[in-house]
């Protein structure tokens, strides 16, 4: 009888040590991703503190360039130890880059010299050797809108990659350096432009407001089907 006995409380004893370590167990698990999301939270916090410190700096920087002629905010802007932080490159390429599409002519020009000086131009430059494609395309669309003639080699020969993406890339750059005349030099290209990248180019033609040249009727000749139905479109969209 005592053995009877004694059996239930071994087992009621086990079942609430189970209970007890499950309990423990979501306890700990909880109190991790607490810790983990307020960890997250805090990185966040500090990235976007830190994110529009290196803005204000940026700001000042070019426009003490741009709109004062100030030499030295070129020598302030390299002796910056931020300036070899990546996160720091980007937003001044971006910031110079907002600053190119809402000013024209000499201001153009300034801005490009800026970072021309400042060794950011390399940079992006350096960025169409990269291994990952999106880095490229990044390179060929700050280069091409930058208007950096200096690049158009290197861009031209991103037309060759087997990549899709970055080949119709260099395609739209190289329309934004060379208008139509760009497109005509590729009548030997090999790449199908799918129906989604030929209308890419037509808005980026349009919006560029390219002017019609009469040699993309070349393309209407070449082997690439693609090609001759955008060349078709070109032509449509002029009429």
């Known amino acids: 009888m005592l053995i009877i006995q004694v059996?239930?409380?071994i087992k009621q004893e086990t079942e609430l040590k189970i209970l007890l370590g499950l309990i423990a167990f979501f306890a700990i698990g909880a109190l991790f991703t607490l810790g983990v999301t307020l960890i997250k939270r805090q990185q966040k916090i500090n990235k976007v503190k830190i994110q529009r410190e290196f803005e204000q700096q940026i700001e000042s920087y070019v426009l003490a360039f741009i709109f004062e002629n100030d030499e030295q905010a070129?020598?302030?802007?390299?002796s910056n130890l931020n300036s070899k932080n990546i996160l720091f490159k980007k937003l001044t390429i971006k910031y110079c880059l907002i600053l190119h599409q809402n000013y024209s002519g000499q201001t153009q020009d300034k801005i490009l010299e800026f970072l021309t000086k400042t060794n950011l131009i390399e940079y992006s430059r350096k960025k169409l050797q990269a291994s990952f494609w999106k880095h490229k395309?990044?390179?060929?669309?700050?280069?091409?809108?930058?208007?950096?003639?200096?690049?158009?080699?290197?861009?031209?020969?991103a037309?060759?990659?087997?990549?899709?993406?970055?080949?119709?890339?260099?395609?739209?750059?190289?329309?934004?350096f060379n208008g139509l005349a760009a497109v005509v030099h590729l009548k030997n290209f090999n790449t199908t432009i799918d129906e989604w990248s030929?209308?890419?180019?037509?808005?980026?033609?349009?919006?560029?407001?390219?002017?019609?040249?009469?040699?993309?009727?070349?393309?209407?000749?070449?082997?690439?089907?693609?090609?001759?139905?955008l060349a078709t479109r070109i032509i449509q969209f002029y009429k």
């Open 7 to 9: 059996q239930p409380l």
């Open 74 to 78: 070129i020598v302030n802007y390299i």
């Open 137 to 157: 395309i990044e390179a060929i669309r700050d280069l091409s809108t930058l208007k950096d003639r200096a690049s158009i080699a290197l861009i031209q020969e």
């Open 159 to 176: 037309l060759t990659n087997s990549n899709k993406k970055i080949a119709v890339e260099a395609i739209i750059a190289l329309i934004k």
């Open 198 to 229: 030929q209308a890419l180019i037509l808005s980026v033609i349009k919006n560029n407001k390219v002017p019609y040249d009469p040699q993309i009727e070349l393309l209407s000749t070449s082997h690439n089907k693609s090609l001759q139905v």
